[in-house]
């Protein structure tokens, strides 16, 4: 048995001894490169946090401490440590969650994985055990990948500061990076410690001076080190920027060095009121393939060989973000006034090659989306046209900015949400559900859901044409759909995509699931169903054709990957009504609740979003009302509804 296989919870590191914590940290590190290699998740940073977890878990007394990660994804090596080493399936259905998890293990706390928000658990956490009375009680907030960044850390530490009895540990996990280098005024300011000539040469000659001792000089450098960190500190400024917020400052440590770490930690558990621990660590530690990327030292990886770290199946379809980034390099080329932000994820929303060919017209905030925000707003202002690149689900964070910097200043602004809809593994503060319903909301608004890539490029042009208000492009995680060419446009831009003589069924495709709505034609029209199915292209606000064709029908379906409670198909249903047409809708999309991780199309089935699903209870609506209908006799049953007088079966 390993030293791995033997921890089920984090008591058993106590009976370890520091050669052996060493040993275990290999172990895992070993493992993490076996078994992530198998099933792909964010394998660079766990790489980064082995020795750290491992000195923080024989510390504290998790879950009577609590643990708190910023962000999620650094807590592969906390999962271990606390009895969940079955990583066959994780990121999958069934399997671990890819973040912390509370249904998982009561050492879990923290689920939602958006960056920053850490250290506002923290203060309220610690805040709540000291009313409560349970002053033995410590929090621990790991923030890394960037996330000091965020605004919300700096006002928590602001509050963290107001009241300094908490037993309250915050650990910087500072690898200079969040998915690519880190950036902004915070990060030069910690970067000149983590590279400081004059601390890495101190720290360096004095460790070498000690092992040229041999082991008793690598005993006494041990015993000294603490004095050593203090002494070598005088010559850093990160002390005196915390005593500035009144909070102890500890470092900073190398984070990889077991038994500096626990010394760090001990002192900062019985300072009794809050300390933060500077550690430095290296992104994808101890696993060359990682360390020599430039990209973002495997971050996050698919399944790879773990011997050299390549890709085993590699995916010749086009991406979507592929489609974007190269579209909107061509409008730049055209259009000096087209400028770009992201928030930290320069690469994963496809701004590199816009950065590549114009450096000057990109800007990276860091992990701050409502400042990225309000300053499109202010570049919208001084004349250009901002295209804000993020991931969907982080638009949530940035709606108040939306509504009243953006659209309540007329402001052209363009926002591009890659991952929107269901993204799958990342699980539900990952999904990009919620944009259409929240967005949607927005005064003069503009959103457009583009079926392929021919329409991305398409509408991506129309929406940075656009100076008066703001725009949105949304497209799905992954390869691009395959051209689906419309029958005709109408003249406001709807396109057609079947049209059929018998005006039974109109269906409203939104964006991505074109594919899925023509699927559904295909199976109403053996059962001798008439459905024409439209795609809006620019799903809000309702184009005057989508009202005009709902008239001459029996019944509108509309399908979207977003959450239906105040999506797409509501807002159609309004229109309709507003526009004396009473047509029955039935809307269909995402259920309004927190989806777990799983596949794409595992996630789809169980919301009845398959064109065998949809087209089982269209025909029980169309049909219902001259022909009797066979009722599910179970719940496995439940969404399986077809007309008895047909002699097909929808399959």
């Known amino acids: 048995m390993t030293l791995l296989e033997s921890i089920s919870g984090p008591r058993d590191l106590d009976a370890l001894s520091g050669a052996q914590l060493e040993q275990l940290a290999e172990e895992i590190r070993q493992f993490l490169i076996s078994e992530v290699s198998q099933t792909g998740g964010h394998l660079g940073p766990n790489l980064g946090v082995v020795e750290l977890t491992v000195a923080l878990h024989r510390t504290f007394d998790s879950p009577h401490d609590a643990v708190i990660f910023d962000t999620g994804h650094q807590s592969y090596v906390h999962k271990l440590i606390t009895g969940r080493q079955d990583f066959s399936r994780l990121r999958q259905r069934g399997g671990l969650a890819g973040y912390p998890q509370r249904s998982e293990s009561a050492h879990d706390i923290v689920e939602s994985s958006h960056a920053s928000s850490s250290l506002s658990w923290a203060d309220g956490v610690s805040r709540a055990f000291e009313l409560t009375g349970q002053h033995d009680r410590c929090v621990v907030a790991v923030v890394g990948d960037g996330a000091l ?41 910690l970067n000149t410690v983590r590279t400081g000539r004059t601390y890495r040469s101190l720290y360096r000659s004095s460790e070498a001076a000690f092992n040229r001792m041999g082991r008793p000089g690598r005993a006494v450098y041990r015993g000294v080190r603490g004095g050593i960190h203090g002494f070598l500190s005088r010559f850093t400024n990160n002390a005196a920027l915390y005593s500035n917020l009144d909070i102890k400052y500890v470092g900073p440590i190398d984070g990889h060095d077991i038994s500096a770490m626990r010394e760090a930690l001990e002192q900062a558990r019985d300072y009794a009121a809050p300390v933060i621990v500077h550690a430095i660590t290296e992104k994808g530690r101890g696993y060359p393939p990682a360390r020599h990327d430039e990209v973002d030292q495997f971050h996050a990886v698919g399944k790879i060989d773990p011997a050299t770290g390549r890709p085993t199946a590699t995916d010749a379809s086009e991406s979507w973000t592929r489609v974007f980034s190269e579209s909107l390099l061509q409008l730049g080329a055209q259009n000096e006034k087209i400028v770009a932000i ?10 590199h090659l816009f950065a590549e060919k114009f450096p000057h017209r990109v800007h990276d905030v860091g992990i701050a989306e409502q400042h990225a925000v309000t300053s499109a707003a202010g570049l919208a202002y001084g004349g250009l046209h901002p295209v804000v690149a993020l991931y969907a689900t982080f638009m949530n964070r940035a709606f108040d900015q939306v509504l009243m910097d953006v659209a309540l200043h007329k402001a052209g602004v363009t926002f591009v949400l890659d991952r929107s809809g269901i993204t799958g593994p990342d699980g539900p503060s990952h999904h990009g559900i919620w944009d259409l319903s929240i967005l949607q909301a927005v005064p003069h608004i503009r959103i457009a859901a583009p079926r392929d890539a021919e329409r991305l490029r398409e509408e991506l042009t129309e929406a940075v044409a656009v100076g008066d208000a703001p725009t949105v492009v949304r497209f799905p995680k992954g390869a691009v759909s395959d051209p689906l060419p419309a029958e005709y446009r109408c003249d406001d831009g709807v396109d ?23 699927d559904v034609a295909d199976r109403l029209a053996d059962q001798g169903i008439g459905a024409t199915v439209v795609d809006p292209r620019w799903v809000v606000p309702v184009a005057t054709s989508v009202v005009d064709l709902a008239r001459d029908h029996r019944l509108v379906i509309t399908i979207e990957d977003g959450v239906r409670v105040g999506g797409i198909g509501t807002r159609i249903r309004q229109v309709l009504r507003g526009a004396g047409v009473d047509t029955a809708v039935d809307e269909l999309g995402m259920p309004d609740e927190f989806i777990s991780h799983g596949s794409r199309e595992e996630i789809l089935e169980d919301a009845g979003l398959t064109g065998r699903q949809i087209a089982r209870d269209v025909v029980a609506q169309v049909l219902g009302s001259r022909i009797p209908i066979a009722r599910p006799t179970s719940d496995s049953d439940a969404r399986g509804v077809h007309a008895e007088s047909s002699d097909k079966k929808i399959s």
């Open 149 to 189: 960044t965020g605004g919300m850390t700096w006002e928590a530490l602001n509050n963290i500061s107001d009241d300094n009895t908490r037993r309250l540990i915050i650990i910087v996990n500072d690898n200079g990076r969040s998915y690519a280098p880190t950036i902004g005024g915070m990060a030069r300011y």
């Open 342 to 351: 992201t928030a930290a994820m320069l690469r994963p929303t496809g701004l």
């Open 496 to 518: 057609v995509l079947r049209s059929c003589d018998d005006k039974d069924v109109l269906i409203v495709a939104v964006g991505s699931m074109a594919g899925t709505a023509l």
